[in-house]
C-alpha cells in the first residue's frame, strides 16, 4: 500500500518505506492482528496531501512550549476546560470520509470523521463500521485513541481493532503511517487510550461488514444481576440467547431486581418498524413489548436521540417539552453543549447554593468488569452510589493481542458498565469520593476505568493500571521535547 501526494510525490516518511520493497510498506501486513484483512491500495487522496502538509506547518508554527489543542466542533469528553488560551490546530479538513471500497469492504476515512457521517457513506454501500459507537458526533479518531464500545463489541471487539492501518502526526512533527507489523507497529498498538498525547490520527484505513436493512430486537427481563451475567456469558459462548442470535447485545439496569439484555440480529424483514426520535423514547421501549424492530441506521443512532437517558434534565422525556423541542435538536451533541455551558457558567451550582441542595459530584464514567465479577459490581455500586439506569455492555477483544495501554485479556469477556449523572455528596465530603470509590472497586474487581471523563488515581497507581512502561517509550520516540500533555497530566490533572 504505497500513497502518492496529489503532485505524484511520495511524503517523506513513507518515501524511505516504499524504498525497502513492498513487503516493507505500511499495508504488508495491515490486517494480519486486526482481523485477518489485508487492506486495498490506497489511492491518491485529492486534497487530503495538501491538507496534510498544511497541517504539519500549521503545527510546526506553534511556539514549544504553548499547549496544543485540536479546534473540533463537537467533542463527547466530559473533562470541561477553559481551553481558549491554547492555540487550536484546525482539522476540520480530516473530517469526512475519503473513500468506500464496497470490494475490499473497507474505507479510508478522515481522523475526525463523526461515526453518522461514516455511517451513513458505508450504509449507501450496504455496510458499517464493525463497532459504531453510540453517539453520532464521536469521531473515528477519538473513538480510536479514546476506546469506543457499542453493542457488536462481544462480536467485533472495539474500533481501534478493526483499523488496518493509520496516518498521525506524531508529536514530534512527522507524518507517519502505523500498522500491524510495520516499523510503527509500537505506535499502532499504543495509539488506543493515548487521547491524542502521542499524535494525532488524520486518516484511518478501516474495515466494514455488510448490514441488513433492520435489526430484529429481543429484549430479555432478569430479576437479579447474577442471571444476567450468567446469560451473558452464555451469549459470548454461544453467539445467541434463547435462538436470538446475538449480532448486537447491550442491556439496561434499572435496578438489581430489574436487568434487561437487548438482543439484536439483523433482518431483511421487518413486520413494524419502531421511530424512537419522535414522541416515544428508546429506553423507555425497553421496559414495554419485548420485541421490537428497527431500521439499521434507527438502531445505530437509537441511544443518541436521548443521550441515553441523559436528556431529562432538559426536560425532553415530558410529552409537551418534547413536542416543542425541534426533532433536529434532540441530539446527544446538543444536549453536551448545554451541559458545557451549564459548566462555563456555573448556572446550575449557583442555583442549587441558592436553593440550599446538598452538593454533588459528577459521576460520568464508563468502567469494563470481567463478567464472572459483574454481578458484584452492580451490587456495590448500587449500595455505595445508587445510579440507575446503568448502561451494560459486554465486550471481548477481537484479537488475541493485548493492546498496552488498556490491557482487556484477550479471549475474555467483560462487561462495560456506563453511568452518567450526579450524586449528592455527604456532608463535608469533596468531589472525588464516589469517582474514587468507583475507581477503586473496579481494580479491586480486575477491571478498568475509560478515561475520558474525570479521574483520581494518585500517579504510581495509573502508570500501573494503564501500562506506564510502554508508554513512557512511546512517547520518547514520538514526543520527546513533551509538546503534546502526557497522559497522566491530560486524564487526571485535567490539562
Ligand atoms: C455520556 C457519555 C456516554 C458515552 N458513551 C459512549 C459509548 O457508549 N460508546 C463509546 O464508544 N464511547 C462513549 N463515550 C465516550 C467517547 O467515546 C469518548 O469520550 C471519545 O474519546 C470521544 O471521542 P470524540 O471523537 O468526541 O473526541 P473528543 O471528545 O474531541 O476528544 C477525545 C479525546 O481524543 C483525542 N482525539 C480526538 N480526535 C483524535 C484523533 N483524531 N487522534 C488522536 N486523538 C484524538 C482528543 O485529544 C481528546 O483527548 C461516552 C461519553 C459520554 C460523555
Not at 478498568?448 to 506506564?468: A, I, M
Request: proline share 7%; glycine share 10%; charged share 25%.
Amino acid at each position: 500500500m504505497t500513497e502518492v501526494t496529489d503532485t505524484g510525490q511520495l511524503p517523506s516518511d513513507r518515501r524511505a518505506k516504499a524504498g525497502a520493497g513492498p513487503a516493507a510498506g505500511p499495508g504488508a501486513s495491515a490486517g494480519a492482528a486486526a482481523g485477518g484483512q489485508r487492506g486495498p491500495a490506497r489511492p491518491a487522496l485529492p486534497g487530503h496531501e495538501s491538507a496534510v502538509a498544511e497541517l504539519q506547518r500549521a503545527y510546526s508554527a506553534i511556539p514549544a512550549g504553548r499547549p496544543v489543542r485540536l479546534a473540533k466542533r463537537t467533542s463527547n469528553l466530559f473533562r470541561f476546560r477553559d481551553s481558549a488560551a491554547a492555540p487550536g490546530l484546525d482539522v476540520s479538513a480530516f473530517s469526512r470520509v475519503l473513500r468506500v471500497d464496497p470490494r475490499s469492504r473497507t474505507a479510508v476515512v478522515g481522523g475526525m470523521t463523526t461515526y453518522e457521517d461514516l455511517a451513513d457513506a458505508t450504509l449507501r454501500h450496504g455496510l458499517m463500521p464493525l463497532v459504531v459507537p453510540q453517539l453520532k458526533t464521536i469521531t473515528l479518531g477519538g473513538a480510536v485513541s479514546g476506546l469506543g464500545i457499542e453493542s457488536t463489541s462481544l462480536r467485533s471487539g472495539m474500533p481501534h481493532e478493526s483499523v488496518l492501518d493509520m496516518e498521525i502526526l506524531t508529536g514530534d512533527g512527522r507524518v507517519v503511517t502505523a500498522a500491524p507489523g510495520n516499523e510503527h507497529d509500537a505506535l499502532y498498538r499504543g495509539f488506543p487510550n493515548s487521547y491524542g498525547t502521542l499524535g494525532y490520527a488524520l486518516s484511518l484505513t478501516i474495515e466494514l461488514e455488510p448490514v441488513q436493512p433492520f435489526v430484529h430486537l429481543r429484549h430479555f427481563r432478569f430479576d437479579s444481576p447474577e442471571t444476567c451475567m450468567d446469560a451473558i456469558a452464555e451469549i459470548a459462548a454461544e453467539g445467541s440467547y434463547l435462538g436470538h442470535r446475538a449480532d448486537f447485545t447491550d442491556g439496561t439496569a434499572f435496578g438489581l431486581d430489574e436487568l434487561y439484555l437487548t438482543v439484536g440480529s439483523f433482518s431483511d424483514v421487518a413486520p413494524w418498524r419502531s421511530d424512537y426520535t419522535r414522541e416515544r423514547i428508546y429506553y423507555q421501549s425497553i421496559r414495554g413489548p419485548h420485541e421490537d424492530f428497527l431500521t439499521i441506521r434507527d438502531y445505530l443512532w437509537r441511544w443518541d436521540t436521548d443521550w441515553f437517558w441523559c436528556s431529562r434534565p432538559f426536560g425532553v422525556q415530558r410529552p409537551v417539552i418534547r413536542r416543542l423541542w425541534p426533532r433536529r435538536y434532540r441530539r446527544s451533541d446538543v444536549y453536551r453543549k448545554l451541559v458545557a455551558l451549564d459548566r462555563r457558567h456555573g448556572l446550575s451550582a449557583a442555583l442549587n447554593a441558592r436553593r440550599g441542595v446538598a452538593r454533588h459530584e459528577d459521576v460520568i464514567q464508563d468502567v469494563e468488569i470481567p463478567v464472572e465479577r459483574g454481578a458484584e459490581f452492580l451490587r456495590s455500586f448500587a449500595a455505595n452510589v445508587g445510579m440507575s439506569p446503568v448502561w451494560m455492555c459486554p465486550l471481548r477483544l477481537r484479537s488475541r493481542q493485548a493492546w498496552p495501554l488498556y490491557p482487556l485479556e484477550p479471549d475474555r469477556a467483560y462487561v462495560n458498565f456506563g453511568f452518567w449523572g450526579t450524586v449528592p455528596l455527604p456532608p463535608g465530603a469533596a468531589d472525588g469520593y464516589h469517582n474514587r470509590f468507583v475507581e477503586d472497586l473496579v481494580t479491586g474487581l480486575g477491571g478498568h476505568k475509560g478515561l475520558y471523563s474525570t479521574s483520581y488515581y494518585p500517579e504510581d497507581e495509573f502508570w500501573q493500571l494503564y501500562n506506564g512502561q510502554p508508554y513512557a517509550a512511546l512517547k520518547a520516540e514520538y514526543d520527546p521535547a513533551g509538546r503534546l500533555a502526557g497522559l497522566y497530566e491530560k486524564c487526571v490533572r485535567g490539562r
